[in-house]
Each structure stands twice: as C-alpha cells, then as structure tokens.
C-alpha cells in the first residue's frame, strides 16, 4: 500500500490540521443550524399552519434529508478536482458554496409570504449545502491526514472531525441564545440570526485557507510519481469498491446514528414527552462540548493501540446506551438526560475520530480523495439525512415509542464492528501486497 505520506517532510502539520479543523466547523456549523431549525421552527415557519403536526414534522425532517441526494455527487465532482488539480483549491470552493447557501436561507420568506415557492427555494439551498458538504469531508480530512508526521495519522486527523463538534456547539448555542429572546422573537426573527451569522465565519475560514499549503502527496502527484489514465471515481469503483462498500457501513453509526441521537432526539423530547427546548439544546451543547475535548484524546489512542480498536469500542458502547438514553428522556430528570447524552457522546467520539486515517489507509494517494468521499457520502445519503424521518416513522408505527429507534441503532452499530474489522483486514492485505511488490521491483545499477 503506498504510504499516507511521502518521502518528504510533512509541512506545517499543526497548521493544516488548524485549516481543517477552521472549515469544516464552519461547514458543519452550517449543516447543523440546519438540522436544529428542521427539528424545532421549520414545521411551523415553512408549511401551512393547518397541516397535522406529525406530518409537518416529517415534511421538515424531509428538506433536511434532501441535502444528502446530492453529497455523493458533490464527493465525486470535487473528489476528482482534489484528486486532479489539489486538496486546497477544492476546499476554498466548498467553503463559499456552503456559506453563500446558508446566508440565503437566513434571508428566505416564510409560507404565510410567498406560499408553496417558500419549501421550494428552502430545498433548493439545500441541494447546495448537500453539494458542497460532499465535497468538504474527504480534502479537509486528507490536507490534516497528509501532512501528518509519521505514527500520529489518526490523532491529526481527528482535527477535521472535530470541526463536526464545533460546529454542533457553535450552531446549539447560537439558537439556545436566540431562544432566550423568548418563542414570538424566536419564531419570527430569532431563528434566522444564526445562519445570517455564517458570512462572518466563512470570511474567517476563508482567510485560513487561502493562506493553506496543499500537501506534499499533491506534488507528487503532479510530478507524475501517481499516474492513472482513468477517471478517479471509475479507478476507485472497479478496484477499491469493496472498501467502499465496507467503508459505508463502517461509518453508518457515526453518521445516522449521530443525527438520531441528536435531531430526532431532540424532536422526540419537544414534540413527544413536552420537554423544554432550551433544556435539550443546553444539553447537546454541553455533548458538543465533550466530544470537542475527548476526541483528540480517543484518536491519540487510536495511534497507540490501533484506530480500528478504539472504533470498535465505540460502537460497542453504542450498543449499550442505545434504549437507556431514551429511556432516560421520559423521567424528565435533567441530571440523567445530561449524564446520558454525555455518555452517548463519548463513545460515539471514539468511533467518529479515528475513522479518517482508517478510510485514508484504504486508498492509493492519487484516487484517496475521491475514494473516502464516496465511502462518507454514500453511507450519509444511506444512513445520515434519512435518519430522523425514519426514526419518526418507525416511532410512530409503535404509538410514539421509543425503542424502535433505538433498536435501529443498535442493530446498525453491530453490523459497523464487523465491517470495521473487515475493513482492518483489507488494509492489512493491501499492505502485503504492497510490501511484495516493492520487493519484487528490481533496484537500478548504482543505486
């Protein structure tokens, strides 16, 4: 397997794990603003007013979901521009597609406006958040991954997948805040603040990257040590579909699950048991917070005793608090719902850390870009956007019961550990056959 990094010395390692971690919580702060509001203000600002509310949920939590029909396309056109042409320049792009989309939708009119067209342009904007959110993961995690020292791949890599906690906690707080202004306010105007507050992040990002190195696996590249005639994407299906495949469901806890215990979570607790949604708001920031100091820590551990170990823990862990976390909801105690969002976040950050240097490990340099991408899209179309809408369903076929959701959760987590551990299977083959190859090429005379 050709090495996640090159003969040369990694440049500015901690400043292109910065760069990665600067945009993609900017990104994720967008795409999070999103699922908050489709979760609490949406149903009512978007949809008639005489629609019942569980349909109006579930027509919100569908314009959520519409934004991931688009990343495996969006994985795909930059993944083959990252792959090409380099991680950066595809990442200045995603940066603003993402920004320009979520400032409109701070500026949109409501249905009692302009009627029907409001939803449309709502799903519209949506489709290029999903667009440019395909094309961000894979070149944030690959600038961070690349320019990696040797042995410290999943710790620096973990920078990128931070920026999905800081944009949780950027996006929970903003609307917490907002809500403060009281229901009227919020409803009215208080909902648009935090995606109108976006330009001012993206200009901050913006900056960061332009000012970015590409990494030393792109020189390379172009100085033709990697060379392939075909299409990326089509290299990357013909060889690689496997671990995509694998890669898919590997991920598909950290991805759906993640917007179950968190959207649906938050939907289930205002919609189904009444509770304050300053509470639960608090509460995910406080989870956000969390995964923002543990994930490092977890994914240092990943380089020490071996990524795929500390994922598999993880999603154990997954399995065990899956019912109990729900379960919790309904006492209405705040001490347990916090202590147990708390604990579903921990775990979930062991599984969701370490998961770019494993997915990196499992592609050559020249198609990597676009060989995560369509692994992270591909498994977020399947699993991510669709989640809350099928835990409202597979809820409401039980009366409103929890455990439904949860059991999805757990049986999903599951069948992540043993493609997890297929996939540190493939990438120890990869490897042998990498090693024999080398050996097998003769040495030129006076080497």
Same mark, same amino acid.
């Given at each position: 397997?050709?090495?996640?990094?090159?003969?040369?010395?990694?440049?500015?390692?901690?400043?292109?794990?910065?760069?990665?971690?600067?945009?993609?919580?900017?990104?994720?702060?967008?795409?999070?603003?999103?699922?908050?509001?489709?979760?609490?203000?949406? $149903?009512?600002?978007?949809?008639?007013?005489?629609?019942?509310?569980?349909? *109006?949920?579930?027509?919100?939590?569908?314009?959520?979901?519409?934004?991931?029909?688009?990343?495996?396309?969006?994985?795909?056109?930059?993944?083959?521009?990252?792959?090409?042409?380099?991680?950066?320049?595809?990442?200045?792009?995603?940066?603003?597609?993402?920004?320009?989309?979520?400032?409109?939708?701070?500026?949109?009119?409501?249905?009692? %406006?302009?009627?029907? +067209?409001?939803?449309?342009?709502?799903?519209?904007? &949506?489709?290029? %958040?999903?667009?440019?959110?395909?094309?961000?993961?894979?070149?944030?995690?690959?600038?961070?991954?690349?320019? !990696?020292? *040797? =042995?410290?791949?999943?710790?620096?890599?973990?920078?990128? %997948?931070? =920026?999905?906690?800081?944009?949780?906690?950027?996006?929970?707080?903003?609307?917490?805040?907002? $809500?403060?202004?009281?229901?009227?306010?919020?409803?009215?105007?208080?909902?648009?603040?935090?995606?109108?507050?976006?330009?001012?992040?993206?200009?901050?990002?913006?900056?960061?990257?332009?000012?970015?190195?590409?990494?030393?696996?792109?020189?390379?590249?172009?100085?033709? %040590?990697?060379?392939?005639?075909?299409?990326?994407?089509?290299?990357?299906? $013909? *060889?690689?579909?496997?671990? #995509?495949?694998?890669?898919?469901?590997?991920?598909?806890?950290?991805?759906?699950?993640?917007?179950?215990?968190?959207?649906?979570?938050?939907?289930?607790?205002?919609?189904?048991?009444?509770?304050?949604?300053?509470?639960?708001?608090?509460?995910?920031?406080?989870?956000?917070? /969390?995964? +923002?100091?543990?994930?490092?820590?977890?994914?240092?551990?990943?380089? *020490?005793?071996?990524?795929?170990?500390?994922?598999? =823990? =993880?999603?154990?862990?997954?399995?065990?608090?899956?019912?109990?976390?729900?379960?919790?909801?309904?006492?209405?105690? #705040?001490?347990?719902?916090? /202590?147990?969002?708390?604990?579903?976040?921990?775990?979930?950050?062991?599984?969701?850390?370490?998961?770019?240097?494993?997915?990196?490990?499992?592609?050559?340099?020249? #198609? &990597?870009?676009?060989?995560?991408?369509?692994?992270?899209?591909?498994? $977020?179309?399947?699993?991510?956007?669709?989640?809350?809408?099928?835990?409202?369903?597979?809820?409401?076929?039980?009366?409103?019961?929890?455990?439904?959701?949860?059991?999805? /959760?757990?049986?999903?987590?599951?069948?992540?550990?043993?493609?997890?551990?297929?996939? &540190?299977?493939?990438?120890?083959?990869? !490897?042998?056959?990498?090693?024999?190859?080398?050996?097998?090429?003769?040495?030129?005379?006076? !080497?």
């Amino acid at each position: 397997m050709t090495d996640r990094t090159t003969s040369r010395t990694p440049r500015s390692p901690f400043r292109s794990a910065f760069a990665a971690l600067a945009g993609t919580s900017i990104e994720w702060y967008d795409f999070y603003a999103f699922a908050t509001a489709a979760a609490i203000v949406f $149903n009512d600002v978007f949809f008639p007013a005489d629609m019942p509310t569980a349909l *109006k949920t579930l027509a919100s939590f569908a314009t959520f979901a519409v934004g991931f029909l688009l990343r495996p396309l969006g994985g795909i056109v930059f993944g083959h521009i990252g792959d090409r042409v380099g991680r950066k320049k595809t990442l200045v792009i995603t940066l603003l597609m993402m920004g320009v989309a979520s400032f409109a939708i701070g500026l949109l009119p409501t249905y009692d %406006q302009v009627g029907v +067209l409001s939803p449309i342009l709502l799903i519209v904007l &949506r489709l290029v %958040q999903g667009l440019a959110i395909g094309g961000e993961w894979g070149g944030a995690v690959l600038i961070a991954v690349e320019n !990696a020292p *040797k =042995g410290r791949a999943t710790f620096f890599g973990s920078f990128a %997948q931070l =920026g999905s906690s800081v944009g949780a906690l950027l996006s929970t707080g903003m609307f917490s805040l907002m $809500n403060m202004f009281g229901d009227d306010a919020f409803d009215s105007w208080g909902w648009r603040v935090p995606f109108l507050a976006s330009a001012v992040l993206v200009v901050i990002g913006l900056v960061v990257r332009t000012k970015l190195e590409d990494s030393p696996v792109m020189e390379e590249i172009h100085a033709g %040590q990697e060379k392939s005639g075909r299409l990326p994407v089509a290299e990357v299906l $013909n *060889k690689d579909w496997k671990t #995509v495949l694998v890669g898919v469901f590997s991920l598909a806890t950290a991805t759906g699950g993640y917007y179950v215990v968190t959207s649906y979570l938050l939907s289930y607790g205002t919609d189904d048991l009444h509770l304050s949604e300053s509470m639960l708001l608090n509460g995910l920031s406080l989870a956000a917070f /969390l995964e +923002l100091v543990v994930t490092p820590f977890l994914s240092l551990l990943g380089d *020490k005793v071996g990524a795929h170990r500390v994922v598999v =823990g =993880g999603l154990a862990g997954v399995v065990v608090l899956a019912i109990p976390q729900f379960m919790v909801m309904g006492t209405g105690s #705040v001490a347990l719902i916090y /202590l147990m969002m708390l604990a579903m976040r921990f775990v979930m950050s062991a599984l969701y850390g370490p998961i770019a240097a494993i997915l990196a490990d499992g592609f050559a340099p020249h #198609v &990597r870009y676009t060989g995560i991408s369509l692994s992270y899209q591909i498994c $977020n179309l399947v699993f991510g956007g669709f989640a809350p809408v099928v835990a409202v369903w597979l809820a409401s076929l039980a009366g409103g019961a929890y455990w439904p959701p949860a059991a999805a /959760l757990m049986a999903v987590s599951v069948i992540g550990i043993w493609c997890t551990l297929r996939l &540190r299977t493939y990438h120890r083959r990869r !490897a042998a056959a990498a090693t024999a190859t080398a050996e097998r090429t003769p040495v030129p005379a006076g !080497a």
